[in-house]
């Protein structure tokens, strides 16, 4: 019981967004290791197991990149030189939608959605896959700079 006690206030505290992008990565690689192994999964379910405070920014950008997943990868493959976004781990995979993501519908300033991509990239990836990373995001930063002027 102290256990259960001591583990819920970890919780309890409020999250950086850094750690809540932290959590969407764990979610987004459980529900691409679901789809890709064949097993049924309820996506609200692993985002309680992964984040079991409820909180709107990890439901809005597990739903948003779910919902836009096929675009998302698209736009990756567009600027992943010879890759494709199936080539790359399921991590990275998931670091790079869920960038690539919010830079596209989030009000979160584009350098803040690069650095924190990036900084996920360093603890979880090889150096190659961080600076392909650095490099599709910065690409894509910039087709949005010059589309909206």
């Known amino acids: 019981m102290?256990?259960?006690?001591?583990?819920?206030?970890?919780?309890?505290k409020q999250l950086t967004r850094s750690e809540l992008r932290t959590n969407i990565m764990t979610i987004l690689y459980q529900i691409n290791i679901c789809k890709l192994y064949k097993i049924d999964y309820n996506?609200?379910?692993?985002?309680?197991?992964?984040?079991?405070?409820?909180?709107?920014?990890?439901k809005n950008m597990v739903y948003g990149v779910i919902t836009k997943?096929?675009?998302?990868?698209?736009?990756?493959?567009?600027y992943l030189n010879k890759w494709t976004i199936d080539r790359l781990g399921n991590t990275?995979?998931?670091?790079?939608?869920?960038?690539?993501?919010?830079?596209?519908y989030t009000d979160t300033p584009d350098i803040v959605v690069i650095n924190e991509a990036v900084d996920l990239a360093k603890q979880y990836?090889?150096?190659?896959v961080k600076n392909m990373i650095n490099g599709v995001l910065d690409k894509i930063y910039h087709d949005k700079v010059d589309k909206n002027g």
């Not at 102290?2 to 309890?12: L, N």
């Not at 096929?70 to 567009?78: G, I």
């Not at 990275?92 to 596209?104: K, T």
């Open 92 to 104: 990275d995979q998931s670091i790079l939608r869920m960038a690539i993501y919010e830079l596209l």
């Open 69 to 78: 997943i096929d675009e998302l990868d698209e736009l990756a493959n567009k």
């Open 2 to 12: 102290f256990y259960d006690k001591m583990f819920m206030g970890d919780f309890m």
């Open 43 to 58: 996506v609200d379910d692993i985002i309680r197991t992964v984040n079991p405070i409820d909180n709107e920014f990890v």
């Open 125 to 128: 990836s090889d150096d190659s």
